[in-house]
């Protein structure tokens, strides 16, 4: 298939370069002339002068002298002679046979103001651009500039809300980590429902090897992939719907999210320069009780148990003798650890653009600079990145780009913030216990500057607990990454403004190295542990090859028809190899590399090498016709191969239909002024999806650690998976579109459903009987439906004042049709402590939990006495007062004073799964942002920007965790209304160690997280052009933007913005953060000269 | 358009309902209802100006004010005002900080308890309900300058009990001290009343709820870090029990030889570490170690530590009996015949001191129900004896007017173990043989044959104290055997000289007698006296007789010095009988005819098949008459009309009618003689077709002895030729034959 696919590249390029190599005659006859200003007549010097054909591609140049002659060789008498400078307007002048002739050239002025075009929106869908108005599937774009005044550090930030039916949510709020994008919801189970990036029409690879996440988280490994400078960007378009998709085929299951750079422009050089600085804050958190609070909960939460106190000679920390110092002075504080991991966070960035161009070469080019440091001690990103977009015209009919990115990324993460726990640093800040001391204080009570890690306290030992800030300090993870990516283009219209041929090719070298490193005083534990002084450097490289080929075709077929095809090869080749070392016991905290002497030997450290190759090809046929601008169809069938898959069904065809009616364009419809457009589409498409990991149908053959008479064994890993198939998402999309009043106002509405068939699950469990625990199957069918509507209006227009408002909403639900027999159908213990019940129910939505109803606590004994129906006290055989019991006979807790009431809904005295009734589902009803824009004068500008969410219950993990009172954990505030004496009335139930029913999953912590939020703020300032002028500046704004600024809700928790773990038919919201999104001010300075 | 129209509703809504901030501090907020800690509550109370100047002055005021857990025993301002009063003090201001700082260390309990909780004993395993009167309180004495040696030192107590093998201290357990209490809840739990609360505190009223002396006057003022009882005394740590016999005059003698016998410093690397950190000063620190032999050390604040809070529900108790009544009993007791306390051995010491500890809280109406260390009845009358009786940090102190007469000072044990002659016997008796048991039991009476140690060492007999073992060396062959055979071979020996005389059978010896010796449950072998000498089988296989030289009266007996010592036979039985056979005209012959030609007794080692040397037998043999009569019933082989035996039959049938008779009159396991002391069934030597054990009812009274068969065939001993004495075995002569018959 290789070398098949490479002599059609072969072929290809040659086909284009016999095209444009048209035969040249030689002819020596050399013109002279003299180059001068119009208006002054002074001669000119340095002048471009060139002969150029009829397709003005140059022929030959030269450059007038200091008085402003020039004398040139020309090949051809019949072309043209084109003069150039700085300051001037260009002159082409035939050429008429005479050897002297004297050019004048006229100072041009105008070049400095502002052209202003309108034009209808272009929208490109990476392939072919389509004018927006006759686009049959659903696109949404937002153009940089609505953007610029964000101070978001990447773009899917910057996106955030403001498109209907994309939905992006930050992990964490440390610099450099990733924003997870869904478009239309989640659609696959364990294929990545990351939409595909692409970028100035070329795949760019965002997806996450298999084993890239040693030390390293894979969300975060994500963000650094899609680190394209903000400013950088001129456009985003995210494709929706299938039929849309459909042409970008694998991979594109999930949307397309397409990007285009900037790129130069005829004019003179402008220089643009950006500042953005931020400050982070971290908002007002969850208060935590303090050290003396938490002495007084530890010690009765562990004698609630059973009655067994804190053994005094084992447990000195809670003791608060002052005549044992040591342990008065380290555990008789009151340290806010979060307060002391926490820092104000700093962005920096620097911006520095070059941009201009002539008729024939036009260029952009960027450097920039972005520095940022968390809010969490110890993280940090910083990013260089620079770019060379290059776009000659070599004649009319030939041109070609050559773009140039580079970045260069370096992420400081804190240690412990590894794959899936998060920020880990954090959440052990908060339960830390806060009586203890940050630095150690010796034997005889004198602080010293060492921190204070004991190898082990009654909270436990690392991972458990450690000291937080010794961990941001000391322990390191940094992650560097460095990516170029060329990407050549060539475009040749065979047949002027009929047939085009493009020929793309993109080379893309990733390369990411982890480094990590956790030293002895991270930790507190002993030298011989292999938690200490563990480093670990991990490499991963990656190269992928791009090709794409195009062929497009826009015949003319009269006024009343227009017909546009194209015909697409694309091939790709993705190259990927890691290492990773990870040793122990390092002789030093300062020998941080595993290269140096230590320990390899234990099962948790490893030397791993990992390479793998896939590569796939496509060929796509387009067609869009249209009939009296009305009636609009577009045709496409793309067909995909992929090495994931084996030899039979490697390959697969994806069909798109869709369509557009334009039912403004009818005549009956064509007195109504106002009214510009207004369309209904249909679409219907097919796109698979491959699986993630290559290799699948092998069978896999690894070897026993173990070896036995000096061999190792070796043993089949895996089932063969010759018959896995695509996953194929079918995506159907009715649409309307309407433009009123002159565009000021434009609704977008959608209906969708996306249904994905042949759902691959992964590891699914399996009767051993065969050998094999698990297996991965193509099982089930899932389906992503909802609406979307987009309004963008503006209402205010005059000379000074312009008010725009923009509003959109959608809904998305996920729904299980088909799913593997393997699969199990309920999830959650309702006798545990925590946890939810969720059932899998067919052709349901996704995300409804059910658990006890919270009915507030027992004052005392008398509470505790078990009641009928009819409130009557429930007597044994013996005439003896019954207690209100948990889970007889099983668990056969008896309540007592203090523990939590949960309704005893089928009044048997006893509380048990029949007491278990719905709570509350995590689809959110709507989502959504709208915000408006208002500009006076065209110099003061005011963007505010609301995201929304409405009518979801989540559960509020954090306060489930934080007045749990089950362990050693520091909890909120909250518990210290905790029922304490006999009679309390309260709320929040007593504390037991390791014991109770307190924390039941019940609508205790089930809450209404509908919020509205206010995102955003910015306020700008254009210098008028007065002012610029004198400053000699072409250009000069000045903003403000608050980001995150208020959040409006009746959640009583951090954020109420929390994701249904996508995907998962038991993914319910679980609201885990104690930390708020942070509050951002930030100052931008925009210039241009 | 209609569901985007309510949901613009609900945005506006949302922004007028933006109280989240509200409901959030509500949520998060301190509670209004949430009471304040004990410095504030105590401060809000009013009436405990004085306890809270004492809190600032020991610096407590940062701690109770805001942080642990905590019940607070809080004495008023009145409890303050008779405070100072009595100590001299006259303004609160006064008090310097150690002195608050002992007052409210020691009003503070680790943990917060209302008042139900405080009688429940936190075990291992959760509350036991009704079992506990104390807690651990947060004083602790710590580091204490001591005179030891003529040396100042820093000593530090030990916070274990000491005992083989085990740690004494524990670094880290600061030893703190326990505050006892007295709640209706458990008091009636346990059976106890005011009576026992007034046997401590006579002054004081029994309330309920009482602290020590003091009385709780209000239960349970709930603060936010624990709980406060107010309480009508100040109560200051108190002493625990090494302290007061350490400073109590009037048992300076008890402390006195208990200190320089019992007591230890030793050098401890953790506590002299700990001590310079906090004092940080250079000196050494010393451990008081107790003898890990006594019950307890004195100085332990803490329990057995079987379980870590132990010390809620027990603590120890010391009968310290007064300097004049032990004075008395070293002189009448201890040093009768030791010269001086310096010359008494160890062990007496452990004893003695034993003797007054109990490992229990001895609640004084419960006093019967507790033994002390050496497992015995506390003998003291409570009306009479106990001179004072204090409750204490570690236990109950009884100060007596009467020493504890433990059976070990005054019984026929004692003979030996208080006098330096009886070395060798003491140490028999001691080691584990368990006749230190049986000879102390003040409440049976024996009889003891006690050897001095120029006797046994005469006889060959010794041990080897750098060795630990024991030594024999035959005076006759000189061969010498050490360690468990040398022991062995004593302890038979010496159990011959223990002999249980309920009625003091052996206080006089001139006539002739046999009598067993050994316990009841332990039998030993039967020995014989005659004409003021004692003899045992070995004695007559040696030919010499054991002469009494003297003797001495205690409570459970007498025991007589002796010269010699009553030996076992190491001769087979069947000498005994070969001998018995050949005199003349005896009638044991036609039996030993049988015997000697049967294939079961080989004649030159008087070997019989099937018996073991060491093992108790009874040998019934039918005399000569009661042969004939078998041989005439068939049962044995010869002439049946006349009854001539036939020694050496030829037939199998006839020889295994030999060995089945003669099997049959050997009654295994037992030694029985004509004192009632062993009856019932007893089993033979024989076995019958299957295998099974057979059979010998005993008749047994004082001068009877009767045997019956299987068949209910009666034999009765012959006296006068019975009762012989041969290797852990009586031979008897019966008038009868006894018959197996299945």
């Known amino acids: 298939m290789r070398q098949k696919f490479t002599s059609y590249l072969y072929y290809l390029t040659l086909l284009t370069v016999c095209l444009t190599g048209n035969a040249i005659l030689a002819q020596n006859n050399v013109i002279r002339g003299t180059i001068i200003d119009a208006e002054t007549k002074d001669p000119i010097a340095g002048a471009t002068v060139i002969e150029q054909d009829a397709e003005n591609r140059t022929i030959t140049g030269v450059i007038s002298d200091f008085d402003g002659n020039f004398a040139i060789k020309i090949k051809n008498p019949n072309n043209n002679l084109s003069v150039s400078t700085m300051g001037y307007s260009s002159k082409t002048i035939p050429l008429t046979g005479a050897s002297e002739y004297t050019i004048e050239l006229i100072p041009s002025v105008s070049d400095l103001e502002e052209v202003l075009i309108t034009a209808e929106k272009p929208v490109d869908n990476g392939l072919i651009g389509i004018a927006e108005r006759n686009l049959t599937t659903s696109v949404v774009t937002v153009k940089a500039s609505d953007l610029e005044n964000t101070q978001a550090a990447s773009i899917d930030e910057a996106l955030q809300g403001r498109m209907p039916g994309v939905d992006i949510t930050a992990n964490t709020g440390d610099p450099g980590a990733g924003m997870q994008i869904r478009i239309r919801g989640t659609s696959s189970i364990n294929g990545s429902s990351d939409p595909l990036v692409v970028v100035d029409g070329m795949p760019y690879e965002t997806s996450i090897p298999e084993d890239f996440n040693f030390g390293s988280a894979d969300e975060q490994g994500y963000a650094a992939l899609l680190n394209i400078a903000p400013s950088d960007i001129e456009s985003i378009s995210v494709l929706k719907d299938a039929a849309a998709t459909a042409m970008w085929g694998a991979r594109a299951a999930s949307g397309v999210l397409i990007i285009n750079t900037k790129r130069g422009s005829v004019g003179a050089p402008k220089i643009g320069y950006t500042f953005i600085g931020t400050l982070s804050k971290l908002p007002k958190t969850i208060p935590m009780l303090n050290g003396d609070q938490y002495s007084m909960l530890i010690p009765e939460e562990y004698m609630n148990r059973n009655g067994t106190p804190l053994n005094t000679l084992n447990v000195k920390e809670f003791q608060y003798d002052p005549q044992q110092v040591y342990y008065y002075m380290n555990y008789g504080n009151n340290t806010d650890w979060v307060d002391a991991i926490s820092q104000t966070g700093l962005t920096g960035e620097h911006n520095l653009s070059l941009q201009g161009g002539g008729k024939k070469a036009r260029y952009f080019t960027s450097v920039g600079y972005y520095d940022s440091k968390g809010v969490t001690k110890g993280t940090g990103y910083q990013r260089i990145t620079g770019r060379l977009n290059l776009d000659y015209v070599v004649s009319d009919r030939i041109r070609f780009k050559a773009d140039l990115a580079y970045t260069h990324s370096s992420t400081d993460r804190n240690y412990v913030n590894g794959t899936g726990s998060g920020d880990r640093l954090r959440s052990v800040a908060y339960t830390k216990m806060p009586n203890m001391s940050i630095y150690e204080y010796n034997n005889f009570g004198e602080l010293t500057p060492n921190y204070f890690s004991p190898a082990q306290n009654i909270q436990g030992l690392y991972p458990g607990t450690y000291n937080p800030v010794a961990m941001a300090e000391y322990a390191s993870n940094i992650q560097t990454g460095e990516r170029i990516v060329p990407h050549f283009n060539l475009q040749v219209d065979l047949v002027p403004k009929r047939l085009v041929s493009t020929f793309d090719i993109q080379f893309d070298f990733n390369s990411t190295k982890a480094k990590a490193f956790l030293p002895q005083n991270a930790t507190g534990r002993p030298f011989t542990e292999t938690v200490v002084n563990r480093a670990s450097d991990s490499d991963v490289d990656i190269a992928s090859i791009t090709s794409k080929t195009n062929l497009i075709y826009t015949p003319d077929i009269g006024d009343k028809h227009s017909l546009q095809s194209i015909l697409s090869l694309q091939t790709n080749d993705f190259i990927y190899e890691s290492h990773n070392a990870l040793t122990s016991n390092t002789a030093s905290s300062f020998l941080t590399d595993p290269s140096v002497p230590s320990r390899t030997q234990n099962a948790e450290l490893q030397l791993y090498t990992n390479s793998s190759q896939s590569r796939s090809v496509a060929a796509l046929v387009n067609t869009q016709y249209s009939l009296l601008d009305r009636y609009i169809i577009n045709v496409g069938l793309r067909g995909d191969g992929n090495s994931k898959f084996g030899p039979d069904n490697r390959y697969a065809l994806f069909p798109s239909v869709s369509t557009r009616w334009r039912v403004s364009g009818e005549p009956f419809m064509q007195n109504l002024d106002w009214l510009d457009d207004f369309s209904f589409r249909a679409s219907y498409g097919q796109s698979g999806r491959a699986p993630r990991y290559d290799y699948r149908y092998f069978n896999i053959y690894g070897n026993f650690n173990a070896e036995y008479l000096g061999y190792n064994g070796v043993y089949p890993q895996n089932i063969q998976l010759s018959n896995l198939k695509w996953e194929t998402l079918v995506g159907k999309n009715l649409g309307l579109n309407l433009r009123m009043f002159d565009q000021r106002v434009t609704l977008d509405v959608d209906v969708y459903q996306n249904t994905t068939h042949d759902l691959i699950f992964q590891n699914l469990d399996l009767t051993t009987v065969s050998g094999y625990n698990q297996i991965d199957q193509n099982v089930g069918v899932i389906d992503n439906q909802g609406w979307e509507i987009g309004l963008y209006t503006t209402p205010i227009k005059t000379d000074k004042w312009k008010v725009d408002f923009n509003f959109n909403i959608s809904r998305n639900q996920n729904i299980i049709r088909e799913i593997s027999e393997y699969f199990p159908s309920e999830s959650g213990n309702v006798d545990r402590n925590g946890e939810f019940k969720r059932f899998l129910q067919i052709d349901n939505p996704f995300g409804s939990f059910y658990g006890y109803r919270f009915k507030g606590v027992y004052p005392d004994l008398e509470s505790t006495q078990a009641r009928d129906a009819n409130g009557d006290i429930i007597t044994g055989p013996n005439g003896q007062i019954v207690y209100m019991r948990f889970n007889y006979p099983n668990t056969d807790y008896v309540f007592q004073p203090g523990d939590a009431i949960y309704e005893d809904i089928n009044k048997d005295g006893n509380i048990d799964s029949r007491d278990v009734v719905y709570l509350g589902n995590s689809n959110p009803k709507f989502t959504g942002g709208f915000g408006p824009s208002i500009t006076f004068n065209n110099q003061f500008k005011l963007l505010a920007f609301f995201t929304y969410r409405l009518d979801y219950d989540i559960v509020n993990g954090t306060d489930m965790l934080t007045t749990n009172m089950y362990g050693w954990d520091n909890q909120s505030t909250a518990v210290l209304d905790r029922w304490r004496n006999p009679g309390d009335q309260t709320n929040i139930p007593r504390a037991i160690y390791q014991g109770g029913y307190n924390w039941l999953g019940s609508d205790r912590y089930v809450e209404d997280a509908s919020f509205l939020r206010f995102r955003s703020a910015t306020f700008s300032y254009s210098l008028p052009k007065s002012a610029l002028e004198n400053l000699r500046l072409d250009d000069l704004r000045v903003y403000v933007t608050a980001d995150n600024i208020m959040t409006f809700t009746n959640y009583r928790g951090q954020d109420p913005e929390v994701n249904m773990r996508g995907g998962d038919p038991f993914g319910i919201a679980i609201d885990y953060s104690r930390t708020p999104p942070t509050r951002r001010f930030t100052l931008g300075i925009q210039t241009r000269f | ?378 003998r003291f009358d409570l009306s009479t004896d106990i001179a004072e009786a204090k409750v204490l940090s570690n236990g109950f102190f009884y100060g007596t007017n009467k020493i504890q007469e433990s059976n070990l000072f005054f019984s026929v044990y004692t003979s030996a173990y208080l006098d330096p002659e009886f070395t060798l016997a003491t140490r028999l008796f001691n080691d584990g043989s368990g006749y230190r048991e049986i000879t102390s039991n003040i409440n049976n009476r024996y009889t003891l044959f006690l050897p001095s140690d120029d006797v046994l060492r005469n006889l060959g007999f010794d041990y080897n104290i750098n060795r630990s073992e024991w030594v024999y060396t035959s005076p006759e062959t000189g061969n010498t055997v050490v360690g468990t055979i040398a022991r062995t071979r004593l302890t038979r020996i010496l159990y011959n000289g223990i002999i249980p005389t309920p009625n003091g059978e052996l206080n006089d010896l001139s006539g002739s007698g046999i009598i067993r010796s050994g316990d009841l449950d332990l039998p030993g072998e039967y020995i014989k006296w005659e004409n003021n000498t004692v003899y045992a089988a070995g004695n007559e296989v040696i030919e010499n007789r054991v002469n009494i030289i003297g003797y001495e009266d205690q409570r459970n007996g007498r025991t ?102 003669i099997r049959y009159h050997i009654l295994a396991t037992r030694t029985i003689s004509d004192d009632g002391l062993t009856g019932g069934q007893i089993e033979t030597l024989l076995q019958d077709d299957l295998g099974e054990k057979t059979y010998i009812s005993i008749l047994n009274s004082t001068g009877e002895l009767t045997f019956i068969d299987s068949a209910g065939r009666e034999a009765n001993y012959i006296p006068s030729q019975s009762n012989n004495l041969a290797d852990r075995s009586l031979i008897h002569l019966i008038d009868n034959y006894l018959l197996y018959t299945n």
């Open chain 2, 560 to 661: 007589y010095y002796i010269d010699n010592l009553l030996e076992f036979s190491e001769e087979p039985p069947g000498l005994d009988i070969q001998r018995l056979a050949e005199e003349p005209e005896s009638p044991f012959t036609n039996f030993y005819n049988y015997l000697n030609n049967s294939s079961l007794y080989d004649a030159a080692s008087g070997n019989i098949q099937g018996l073991e040397i060491g093992t108790s037998y009874t040998f019934a043999i039918p005399n000569n008459e009661a042969i004939i009569q078998a041989v005439k019933d068939g049962e044995l082989p010869g002439d049946q009309e006349t009854g001539e035996p036939n020694y050496t039959p030829a037939g199998q049938f006839e020889i295994d009618q030999v060995t089945d008779f």
């Open chain 2, 1 to 378: 358009m209609k569901i985007f129209n309510k949901s613009i509703f609900v945005i506006a809504m949302l922004l007028v309902l933006s109280c989240s901030d509200e409901e959030f501090d509500e949520y998060y907020g301190r509670p209004e209802d949430l009471e304040e800690p004990i410095y504030q509550i105590l401060e809000e109370r009013g009436n405990f100006t004085s306890l809270l100047a004492t809190i600032d002055k020991a610096g407590y005021k940062n701690i109770l004010g805001k942080s642990g857990y905590w019940t607070m025993f809080a004495p008023n301002d009145e409890a303050f005002s008779s405070f100072l009063q009595n100590e001299g003090i006259s303004n609160i201001e006064n008090i310097d900080s150690t002195l608050a700082g002992k007052i409210v260390r020691y009003a503070l309990v680790y943990n917060a308890f209302r008042t139900e909780r405080l009688s429940d004993y936190q075990s291992d395993t959760g509350w036991e309900e009704d079992l506990a009167f104390r807690r651990r309180t947060a004083y602790y004495d710590g580091f204490q300058e001591e005179m030891v040696d003529g040396q100042q030192r820093i000593v530090v107590s030990s916070n274990r009990n000491n005992a083989e093998g085990a740690d004494y201290y524990i670094p880290g357990d600061n030893n703190n001290k326990y505050l006892s209490y007295f709640i209706d809840e458990f008091m009636q739990a346990q059976n106890l009343s005011a009576y026992d609360y007034n046997f401590f505190f006579p002054e004081a009223n029994y309330s309920g709820f009482n602290l020590l002396s003091a009385a709780v006057q209000t239960e349970n003022i709930v603060a936010e870090n624990g709980i406060i009882h107010e309480v009508n005394k100040v109560s200051l740590p108190l002493i625990n029990l090494d302290q007061k016999l350490a400073n109590d005059e009037h048992y300076s003698l008890f402390y006195t030889i208990l200190k320089e016998n019992l007591v230890n410093y030793v050098y401890d690397e953790d506590a002299t570490t700990a001590y310079q950190n906090y004092s940080r000063n250079s000196k050494d620190v010393y451990v008081k170690v107790y003898d890990p032999a006594l019950a307890f050390s004195p100085n332990n604040e803490n329990f057995l530590k079987e379980a870590d809070n132990d010390g809620q529900s027990d603590a120890y108790t010391i009968f310290a009996p007064k300097n004049d009544v032990l004075q008395q009993f070293i002189d009448e007791v201890l040093l009768k015949n030791y010269s001086s306390l310096d010359v008494l051995p160890k062990y007496i010491f452990e004893d003695f001191y034993n003797a007054h500890m109990v490992q229990n809280a001895v609640w004084p109406s419960l006093l019967a129900g507790y033994n002390n260390e050496l497992n015995e009845e506390l």
